[in-house]
């Protein structure tokens, strides 16, 4: 099923898809942050809140699908591959550098990542 909203495509997955909520993500983007050694301009580790993801979600910065529960009700989900995709930019953008490492090698890390 497919709806589009206000110029966001919202479509709804199957739960056998590899997706984070905008909680996990966040955190998963923290482990990545730590790990690329980001840091803020006062040299502390950089952090973000998962509230900034789930209105980066709500907003369509960053791309969600619906996830059916079990229950029946849906929920906005991120894919490993969207995070993956918008981390490298946020990264980047941080770094303010414009380059790095692939999509494909950030999403490689990211589902080793996960499956530790």
Request: charged residues 25%.
């Amino acid at each position: 099923m497919t709806e589009t909203t206000n110029e966001t495509m919202t479509e709804t997955i199957e739960t056998n898809e590899k997706t984070l909520t905008a909680y996990a993500a966040a955190n998963l983007v923290n482990a990545l942050l730590k790990e690329d050694g980001v840091l803020t301009s006062a040299g502390e580790q950089r952090t973000v809140q998962p509230q900034m993801l789930y209105n980066y979600v709500s907003k369509g910065t960053l791309p969600s699908v619906e996830r059916v529960k079990p229950n029946g009700k849906t929920q906005k989900v991120i894919r490993l591959e969207d995070l993956a995709v918008w981390y490298a930019e946020y990264r980047d953008k941080l770094l303010n550098q414009g380059g790095g490492v692939s999509t494909q090698e950030l999403v490689d890390e990211v589902r080793e990542l996960i499956a530790e």
